[in-house]
Nanobody, 121 residues
Framework: QVQLVESGGGLVQAGGSLRLSCAAS????????MGWYRQAPGKARELVAT???????NYGDSVKGRFTISRDNAKNTVYLQMNSLNPEDTAVYYC???????????????WGQGTQVTVSS
């Protein structure tokens, strides 16, 4: 079992920035890919970004150039730096783990509890 605890969500004005963190614990030896999904009200969950154990990254089209995912393997933590936020980024952001390629297809092994990000116009 892997436990994921997110932090860093909140309310920000359009154009602002936030940094999300996600700390993993438990059977961390089994962790391959880590990443973030998000879900806005009335919409399906959407891939935000993923990162492999060696730093290979992938981003959803809607966040490319604005968001940056990073990972500290020594701390078992993944980060999401979000810049140039707009109201369409408002959603619950979920930390995930799973096979790196699988994460791109929604094949998630573990989900965090989610953290709310709200961007006001």
């Amino acid at each position: 079992q892997v436990q994921l605890v997110e932090s860093g969500g909140g309310l920000v004005q359009a154009g602002g920035s936030l940094r999300l963190s996600c700390a993993a614990s438990g059977s961390i030896f089994s962790i391959d890919g880590m990443g973030w999904y998000r879900q806005a009200p009335g919409k399906a969950r959407e891939l935000v970004a993923t990162i492999s154990s060696v730093g290979i990254t992938n981003y959803g089209d809607s966040v490319k150039g604005r968001f940056t995912i990073s990972r500290d393997n020594a701390k078992n933590t993944v980060y999401l730096q979000m810049n140039s936020l707009n109201p369409e980024d408002t959603a619950v952001y979920y930390c995930v783990t799973g096979p790196r390629r699988g994460l791109l297809l929604g094949k998630v092994d573990y989900w965090g509890q989610g953290t709310q990000v709200t961007v006001s116009s």
